[in-house]
């Protein structure tokens, strides 16, 4: 039963119809018995610093933050743990004695779901396609976590390249046009490919991710962050050559597994976590 003591977090968002994020926790703090609420909070860009105060005076314990508010709600916070300064963004916010604490869950989420698959990343290279805020997460585990080399290949060079200017001093890091030779040599040879392009989504239906196929190395492990469908084209290409894949799914759970321990300092039930995402994702 919700009543005034009911802990409540929000996740900040807009749009938000699509986020499973509301039915995922729920069904975690019901399955730990916590009086706790989750609820889904769209909000406008235009008024996000409004919603930040709001949801402060309102005695929220924490939010979940997405698309478009990750890097906009930086100035309104008033401290950033060291996950969100090294990605550049906040997807996870704790309200501690009314100050605000933003962190990052996506890039130990990415590196915890390869995990979970028996995926190691240490002294691996690792290969990018796409350049946006999740590229961002996934460079920053994979270098906290020991990759030997990683290569980001997006439709426009410069986008890739200021990626790689986001974490200065990493010789290790290179970013391409992904026509580029260079891409293509390193595509060839990678331990880790992965797609952090929405392409595979519905709505981006028709088109195609430039993987060389037939001159990719058998052992190459499969990446894909989409989670639905949770068998993309990619993936279903990958599988059907014979290579490991690994697809978005884990990193949802990942990442909300870890914004619910922030919260409720309790081990996240990630089981039902799992269960719920697979019944309504
Ligand atoms: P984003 O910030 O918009 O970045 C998307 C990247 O893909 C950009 O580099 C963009 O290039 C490129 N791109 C977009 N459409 C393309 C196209 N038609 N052809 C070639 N490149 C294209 O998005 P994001 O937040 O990084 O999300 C990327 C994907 O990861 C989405 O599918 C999202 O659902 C998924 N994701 C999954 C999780 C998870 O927990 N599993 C978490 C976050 C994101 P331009 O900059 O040139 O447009």
Redesign the pocket.
């Known amino acids: 039963m919700i009543t005034s003591k009911t802990k409540r977090i929000g996740i900040l968002g807009w749009p938000l119809e699509h986020s499973l994020s509301p039915v995922m926790h729920n069904a975690a703090f019901a399955a730990l018995q916590l009086d706790y609420v989750y609820v889904p909070l769209p909000v406008r860009p235009e008024k996000l610093a409004q919603a930040v105060e709001g949801f402060k005076a309102m005695g929220f314990t924490g939010v979940n933050v997405t698309?478009p508010h990750k890097v906009a709600i930086i100035p309104y916070l008033d401290e950033i743990d060291s996950s969100a300064q090294m990605v550049g963004a906040v997807n996870t916010v704790a309200v501690r004695d009314g100050k605000t604490i933003g962190y990052n869950t996506?890039a130990r989420?990415f590196i915890q779901s390869l995990l979970a698959q028996q995926v190691t990343v240490t002294g691996k290279s690792a290969v990018l396609m796409?350049?946006?805020?999740?590229?961002k997460a996934v460079v920053s585990g994979l270098l906290t976590s020991g990759i030997a080399s990683v290569t980001i290949g997006?439709?426009?060079r410069e986008?890739a390249q200021a990626l790689t200017a986001l974490f200065p001093g990493n010789a290790n890091l290179a970013g391409c046009e992904w026509h580029d030779p260079v891409f293509i040599k390193r595509l060839q040879e990678c331990d880790l490919l992965i797609n952090?392009?929405?392409?595979g989504?519905a709505i981006?239906q028709g088109?195609e991710l430039p993987v060389p196929w037939s001159a990719l190395t058998p052992n190459t492990v499969m990446c894909d962050?989409?989670?639905n469908p949770p068998l993309t084209k990619f993936l279903a290409m990958a599988q059907e050559r014979g290579h490991k894949i690994v697809n978005?799914?884990g990193?949802?759970i990942e990442?909300g597994a870890l914004a619910f321990e922030i919260w409720t300092g309790k081990p996240a039930p990630r089981e039902i976590m799992t269960e719920i995402l697979c019944k309504y994702g």
């Open positions: 698309i996506d989420g796409g350049a946006g805020g999740a590229a997006a439709r426009s986008k952090c392009t929405p392409i989504m981006h088109e962050l989409i989670y978005g799914a990193m949802l990442q």
